[in-house]
């Protein structure tokens, strides 16, 4: 299977799947700006996406294009390296036109892992989870009411910094990303090529100011 | 005024590919700055050779930019300091009296250092049979009117047929991916008429070739245009990864 065993193939499976979690984040970052204009609304989206089977069929959906995603990022990383040989340089430069997110997406990525497992422990547990099984009083609040889980969770300043160093980590892996994925889709040349940066650019600061916001105005919201 | 320079030269030293190697230190004196760098190694060796000791072994040819045989990571470059220039089109004058100069080998699992700042780079070649030709006898060059290339298309042809296969793509990438050379070489035929029928054929044979010769897979980090001293530009791995996915589609 030309996915699996072809370097192309290899990265496009890592393109399709890295583009198709843009789109999510695209959806999750449109859903939490409800929360700002109201708290009501939002709740009513929660109770929307709980524990419905449509949420749950994609859920799984999600989950594997994460997996897929992740599982090909370490073994593309571990032929890359078996590729580079044992011997390092003792010195090296880095050209000026390479940009640091590409020489870091593995790690930038597994800090997006850290921060998701927080995020599950936050909210989907308290949230989607506590519906699946059943039990309701797995959180502080009733498993719908998100926005007091937002309300909660961004009134600790230390939750706020760690969104927002993951929300950084994330803005960096998504700015590589995006024009890369194009890259190895082969919709690039000379003049996309610049076009798509801008456009991958543009397009990752604003889901992840769409984040932050929600992020930085609960906090402030938690000090009046 | 001309520079006249004294440095010290921290070279790589190896016996074969299976040796652990090391790096040797020299003192060079009084070298000119109209020297060539590989004047320079001459000197050191002739030095060498006159004291009774081993020479230092680094590939070399035509030494005017063309051939792609010189190689040598300089100071954390391949082909140096210089952009657009192969190691054979730098001169000492880019160098400061009392510098240290690096200078080691391609190193990536796809080119074993034969011995010292010498690598073995015939997986190129073997990349280059797998399918870097067009099999059909196009014959003498005919009437340049007979079969019309636009000027965009013969321009980008060019560009991809300047790589000369020196290897610095897969010397400068993190990740030991010769994808600026093979889009390159699939490019420029991709891109001509007579090229094109077998476009699909070839990228698949190349680059599977080049994933059999345990390269690695391309992250786009961009490292390989910059370092290229024929600045090839990634857009081929672009048109090679188009040429690529739209081949296994067809399958």
Same mark, same amino acid.
């Given at each position: 299977?030309?996915?699996?065993?072809?370097?192309?193939?290899?990265?496009?499976?890592?393109?399709?799947?890295?583009?198709?979690?843009?789109?999510?984040?695209?959806?999750?970052?449109?859903?939490?700006?409800?929360?700002?204009?109201?708290?009501?609304?939002?709740?009513?989206?929660?109770?929307?996406?709980?524990?419905?089977?449509?949420?749950?069929?994609?859920?799984?959906?999600?989950?594997?294009?994460?997996?897929?995603?992740?599982?090909?990022?370490?073994?593309?990383?571990?032929?890359?390296?078996?590729?580079?040989?044992?011997?390092?340089?003792?010195?090296?430069?880095?050209?000026?036109?390479?940009?640091?997110?590409?020489?870091?997406?593995?790690?930038?990525?597994?800090? &997006?892992?850290?921060?998701?497992?927080?995020?599950?422990?936050?909210?989907?547990?308290?949230?989607?989870?506590?519906?699946?099984?059943?039990?309701?009083?797995?959180?502080?609040?009733?498993?719908?009411?998100?926005?007091?889980?937002?309300?909660?969770?961004?009134?600790?300043?230390?939750? &706020?910094?760690?969104?927002?160093?993951?929300?950084?980590?994330?803005?960096?892996?998504?700015?590589?990303?995006?024009?890369?994925?194009?890259?190895?889709?082969?919709?690039?040349?000379?003049?996309?090529?610049?076009?798509?940066?801008?456009?991958?650019?543009?397009?990752?600061?604003?889901?992840?100011?769409?984040?932050? &916001?929600?992020?930085?105005?609960?906090?402030?919201?938690?000090?009046? | 005024?001309?520079?006249?320079?004294?440095?010290?030269?921290?070279?790589?030293?190896?016996?074969?590919?299976?040796?652990?190697?090391?790096?040797?230190?020299?003192?060079?004196?009084?070298?000119?700055?109209?020297?060539?760098?590989?004047? =320079?190694?001459?000197?050191?060796?002739?030095?060498?050779?006159?004291?009774?000791?081993?020479?230092?072994?680094?590939?070399?040819?035509?030494? /005017?930019?063309?051939?792609? =045989?010189?190689?040598?990571?300089?100071?954390?470059?391949?082909?140096?300091?210089?952009?657009?220039?192969?190691?054979?089109?730098?001169?000492?004058?880019?160098?400061?009296?009392?510098?240290?100069?690096?200078?080691?080998?391609?190193?990536?699992?796809?080119?074993?250092?034969?011995?010292?700042?010498?690598?073995?780079?015939?997986?190129?070649?073997?990349? =280059?049979?797998?399918?870097?030709?067009?099999?059909?006898?196009?014959?003498?060059?005919?009437?340049?009117?007979?079969?019309?290339?636009?000027?965009?298309?013969?321009? /980008?042809?060019?560009?991809?047929?300047?790589?000369?296969?020196?290897?610095?793509?897969?010397?400068?990438?993190?990740?030991?991916?010769?994808?600026?050379?093979?889009?390159?070489?699939?490019?420029?035929?991709?891109?001509?008429?007579?090229?094109?029928? /077998?476009?699909?054929?070839?990228?698949?044979? =190349?680059?599977?070739?080049?994933?059999?010769?345990?390269?690695?897979?391309?992250?786009?980090?961009?490292?390989?245009?910059?370092?290229?001293?024929?600045?090839?530009?990634?857009?081929?791995?672009?048109?090679?990864?188009?040429?690529?996915?739209?081949?296994?589609?067809?399958?």
């Amino acid at each position: 299977m030309w996915l699996s065993n072809s370097s192309i193939g290899r990265k496009v499976v890592m393109s399709v799947t890295g583009v198709a979690l843009v789109l999510f984040l695209t959806f999750h970052m449109s859903m939490n700006l409800v929360a700002l204009f109201s708290e009501d609304a939002y709740n009513m989206v929660c109770e929307f996406l709980g524990a419905n089977w449509y949420a749950l069929v994609a859920t799984v959906a999600l989950a594997a294009l994460f997996v897929i995603h992740i599982i090909y990022a370490f073994w593309l990383t571990m032929l890359n390296r078996k590729a580079r040989g044992s011997e390092r340089y003792a010195v090296s430069q880095k050209p000026k036109s390479v940009e640091w997110a590409s020489q870091n997406m593995l790690v930038l990525g597994i800090v &997006v892992i850290l921060g998701l497992l927080l995020h599950f422990a936050n909210f989907w547990y308290k949230m989607q989870f506590a519906e699946i099984i059943g039990d309701h009083f797995l959180g502080e609040f009733g498993p719908t009411d998100g926005a007091a889980y937002i309300a909660y969770t961004f009134g600790c300043p230390v939750y &706020v910094v760690i969104y927002l160093v993951w929300l950084l980590a994330l803005w960096f892996h998504l700015t590589h990303g995006f024009w890369s994925a194009m890259q190895t889709f082969g919709w690039s040349n000379k003049i996309w090529f610049e076009r798509w940066r801008i456009i991958g650019n543009v397009y990752s600061t604003l889901v992840v100011l769409g984040f932050a &916001v929600v992020v930085v105005v609960y906090f402030f919201k938690s000090l009046c | 005024m001309e520079k006249i320079i004294s440095f010290t030269l921290k070279i790589w030293r190896q016996n074969g590919p299976k040796d652990k190697g090391h790096f040797d230190t020299f003192q060079m004196k009084d070298i000119p700055g109209d020297t060539s760098f590989l004047e =320079m190694l001459d000197i050191l060796n002739e030095q060498l050779v006159s004291e009774g000791k081993e020479p230092v072994v680094f590939d070399h040819d035509c030494r /005017e930019g063309i051939c792609g =045989m010189c190689s040598l990571y300089i100071n954390g470059h391949p082909h140096g300091p210089a952009t657009g220039a192969t190691t054979c089109q730098i001169y000492m004058r880019r160098f400061n009296d009392g510098d240290t100069i690096t200078v080691e080998p391609w190193r990536s699992a796809g080119f074993p250092v034969i011995k010292d700042l010498m690598v073995d780079r015939s997986a190129y070649d073997k990349i =280059m049979q797998a399918g870097g030709y067009v099999s059909v006898n196009t014959g003498a060059a005919q009437d340049a009117n007979a079969i019309l290339i636009p000027k965009t298309a013969a321009d /980008e042809a060019m560009d991809a047929a300047s790589c000369i296969g020196c290897g610095a793509c897969v010397a400068a990438c993190k990740n030991g991916s010769a994808m600026l050379f093979v889009s390159a070489k699939v490019s420029q035929l991709a891109l001509l008429p007579q090229g094109k029928s /077998e476009a699909a054929r070839r990228a698949k044979a =190349m680059l599977a070739k080049m994933d059999e010769l345990g390269f690695g897979n391309c992250t786009n980090t961009r490292a390989c245009e910059a370092e290229c001293p024929k600045n090839v530009s990634i857009s081929n791995i672009a048109r090679l990864n188009r040429e690529f996915i739209k081949a296994k589609l067809k399958d």
